[in-house]
């Protein structure tokens, strides 16, 4: 019998989640039973999507039960096994993050391919992170040559990975990030114009200075006043990849408003909503991909890691407050 | 020599314009030089996006220029000929409207199909207002059996056309409109569920009521607070038309606020503006299909008709004030 921990959700924020929305609980986990494996988790993610699971109401993915441990992707080893198909020591990726040890089928789990990454990697730049930002890029915003790039959000887990992946195409790529440290980083990685929006007062004056002639795609991470820009900065016949909206999603009656929606008629704008689970099927290409960037060295990417299970919910609350740099994770073995 | 009466933009109106934004001035027509018809204009139209041309600023169509003429869609009758290609009688189409008389070359009018429409028709249902709800709803909303569709100001030239093709494809249609008349012919066209939203203090309230199981298609002539109930109501992977947000054309500052444009990351939503005239290949087969419609009776169509070049600029006017009752027209002759 091993003690493991895991986070619940004891009481669904309103507004901004605060840590005594968490708990952390110990619970038991027995011998794994037959088909099963006993895997400790190394990491786990903390991703902004979580916030809409901690609400109840209806959405692409369902509410996170109170008094229940949450789940999430997560990295572990496995330490023991009653199923043929994997042995003590290999690597597996799940969904059954927010707790240190967990028993599942084998067959729930998957094993890491041995590109020679770090187990971490397939929570972000090789995983889903990684993932959104290929689809959102290349099907979403059918990212062709010559097409000048706008992504907010562009030192988080996806916006770093987008920036990147539109520079190894050659795009002029312009990038928003908070404070001096994460514009460094865009710069180090390539970006053409760096947009510091908690120094701007106006954040479409400043994307017009950066893209004087406009923008042909955004991948919108933040929504509100950045996608207001983006409005006003686009090109006739511009594509917006609309993947997340992190300024709104702590809003308790209404969402940061959007007032340059009109500029969608006259300028044919498409803004397309979208779901990594939904294009799976470009994970192969993906993962072919990727692999080869990174070997190549074209990707760097950046990470905060915090640690241990008594941490995880801190780390979530930071996703909002700007206080991560990079992938977020949390270490827990 | 002819007089003609047209009208100017007098100054450029700054939020609703005004009867004194415009002003009427007299003309002498020579005769017809080599290769020009004389056209006397019957009809012209007055549509919303015109409050576009009167801002001095870069879009899709040129700004109109103070102290000149404006133009727009007209049909008229040749009554003088310098060209072979067009006799006196002949009925024409131009976007020469805004005046009574004019001389042009004859390769930039179109002759009229004689297929037994009144001629204003070539300015509403087989005109610019037919064709942009076909493309709308046909390739930007991407109409697919089953859906559920919503249109806002449903009445209008626009909506009028969209509301009636959804029908004839056999599905199911929810309508916005303002007051009790116009909700009535709604429903005498066979719109399912209307919505007042004069009468409605929440119209996502009223949407939800009338879609419980949600909208795929929604066609936006309107915006704010319409655009944020559809959002609302989506389905996943709904399409959006985004044709005209009306409820913002005269905004001096900020238009309209959206503030549920987080749903369409959640839900895969597609918002896509369109500009008509980017869709004229449509031309050929919404002209085939609406003929046949309209010859069996399908469509049915409500216009507003104000008489006289004194009255255009009043007319036009009304576009925003919901006066208008269907195609807001002005007969001139």
């Known amino acids: 019998m091993t003690t493991s921990r895991e986070v619940h959700l004891k009481s669904r924020p309103v507004g901004m989640p605060k840590p005594d929305n968490f708990e952390v609980k110990s619970v038991d986990v027995p011998a794994p039973g037959p088909g099963e494996v006993q895997v400790q988790n190394l990491f786990m993610s903390v991703d902004p999507y979580m916030r809409g699971r901690m609400m109840d109401r209806k959405s692409y993915a369902a509410p996170f039960n109170l008094g229940e441990a949450m789940y999430g992707g997560a990295v572990g080893k496995v330490v023991a096994s009653?199923?043929?198909?994997?042995?003590?020591?290999?690597?597996?990726q799940s969904m059954m993050g927010w707790r240190e040890v967990f028993n599942?089928?084998?067959?729930?789990?998957?094993?890491l391919p041995g590109v020679g990454l770090p187990p971490q990697a397939f929570l972000g730049v090789a995983g889903m992170p990684g993932l959104t930002a290929y689809v959102g890029l290349l099907r979403i915003a059918e990212l062709k040559a010559d097409d000048v790039v706008f992504v907010s959000a562009a030192s988080g887990a996806v916006g770093q990975i987008v920036a990147q992946i539109a520079k190894i195409?050659?795009?002029r790529v312009i990038g928003s990030a908070g404070g001096a440290e994460k514009c460094a980083f865009l710069k180090e990685i390539g970006v053409d114009e760096v947009i510091d929006y908690k120094a701007e007062a106006d954040i479409t004056k400043a994307l017009i200075r950066a893209a004087p002639d406009g923008i042909d795609v955004y991948f919108d991470n933040v929504g509100?006043?950045?996608?207001?820009?983006a409005l006003a900065a686009a090109k006739p016949f511009g594509r917006f990849a609309l993947c997340g909206m992190i300024a709104s999603y702590n809003a308790v009656e209404k969402a940061d408003p959007v007032y340059n929606m009109m500029f969608s008629v006259g300028k044919s704008l498409k803004l397309q909503g979208f779901i990594v689970s939904n294009h799976s099927d470009m994970l192969p290409a993906f993962l072919g991909d990727m692999s080869k960037w990174l070997a190549e060295g074209k990707i760097k990417t950046r990470e905060t890691i915090d640690e241990g299970i008594?941490?995880?919910a801190g780390a979530f609350l930071k996703l909002?407050?700007?206080d991560n740099f990079g992938k977020m994770l949390v270490k827990l073995a």
Chains 1, 2 share one sequence.
């Open 320 to 322: 909002f407050t700007g």
């Open 104 to 111: 599942a089928p084998a067959k729930s789990v998957q094993k």
């Open 224 to 229: 509100g006043a950045h996608l207001d820009a």
């Open 82 to 92: 009653n199923d043929p198909s994997l042995k003590q020591g290999d690597l597996v």
């Open 169 to 171: 195409k050659g795009n």
């Open 310 to 312: 008594d941490n995880a």
